[in-house]
């Protein structure tokens, strides 16, 4: 190699070490373990679908989130509240089988957990067995705790969610920032430690202050995964309508736009619905003789 060549290390990608060495298998939770050990930071996006689950995945995304945002973001609900176990398995499956090489976890919907630890292994099993997924993603702290160990017994791996809890909208009166003020704050501490403890891989730190989520961060041997909880949280999740700009209305303050797809294909289709007015669609090139 002479002095103008880039290094090996120069020619990878930025996410080389986490998604690019890991190059004919999924992602594990022993990736994701030893990331954090090297202090490497990740993104993950929600994905509903085979085909926009498959561009992440080509995009070098290490993990993708089958989230019951899918409610609001894909089905056509107000909220995350309605959606049902066959429709997480649905999505699940397609997500899982537009992909290779991500790690694939999926929600738990509401009340498909809360009831016991045996109801969250029953519908953990089916997200596993009937969609194939890496793991399942659950909302609580302390109050999830029993569910996550008997599930981490069972070998499942388990992201946990703490802060805002989108499951509990109606208990919150909204979609209010966590932990602030001290009381909230410890709370929020014993909570990450608590799904620590029960043998979860992660957890996912949602609307929090920055500082909180760091402090998180700093005690906790698992990653977080922030999604407005700063800068300073081991991972970063967005729902992929808000970051890609598919989102009709106001995104909360913590999502960042990196294109308007909601513009772009609204002005293809509008193009096309033209060009059938006038006659331009179809041209000769697009018919058969
Ligand atoms: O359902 C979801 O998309 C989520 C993310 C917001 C973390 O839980």
């Known amino acids: 190699m002479n002095a103008s060549s880039p290094s090996p290390a120069q020619n990878q990608p930025a996410n080389a070490t986490l998604y690019g060495g890991v190059t004919n298998r999924r ?103 009937e969609a194939g997924v890496g793991a399942v ?65 992660s957890v996912v730190l949602e609307a929090v202050p920055a500082e909180l989520a760091a402090q998180v961060t700093k005690q906790l041997a698992i990653p977080t995964v922030g999604i407005g909880g700063g800068p300073e949280t081991d991972a970063q999740v967005l729902v992929w309508t808000d970051m890609a700009g598919m989102t009709a209305g106001r995104v909360p303050k913590f999502v960042k736009k ?3 797809l909601r513009g772009v294909l609204g002005e293809a289709a509008r193009e096309f619905a033209a060009d059938v007015r006038t006659g331009a669609f179809p041209a000769e090139e697009h018919s058969f003789h």
């Open 258 to 260: 990196y294109a308007d």
């Open 137 to 201: 993603k659950l909302e609580g702290g302390e109050r999830s705790a029993r569910s996550i160990e008997l599930l981490v017994e069972a070998g499942i791996p388990v992201m946990a969610h703490i802060g805002l809890t989108p499951q509990s909208v109606h208990a919150f009166g909204g979609y209010p920032v966590q932990g602030r003020g001290d009381e909230a704050a410890h709370q929020l501490l014993r909570d990450a430690k608590a799904v620590q403890q029960a043998g979860a891989f």
């Open 27 to 129: 992602v594990t939770v022993r990736d994701l373990a030893a990331a954090k050990q090297r202090g490497e930071k990740w993104a993950m996006l929600t994905a509903y679908d085979a085909l926009t689950a498959g561009v992440f995945d080509e995009a070098g995304i290490p993990v993708l989130l089958v989230g019951d945002s899918a409610g609001n973001c894909h089905l056509g609900y107000e909220t995350t509240v309605p959606v049902t176990m066959d429709q997480m398995v649905m999505l699940s499956a397609a997500v899982v089988r537009g992909t290779q090489r991500a790690m694939i976890v999926a929600d738990l919907p509401f009340g498909s957990y809360q009831e016991s630890p045996a109801q969250a292994m029953h519908n953990a099993a089916r997200l596993m067995k």
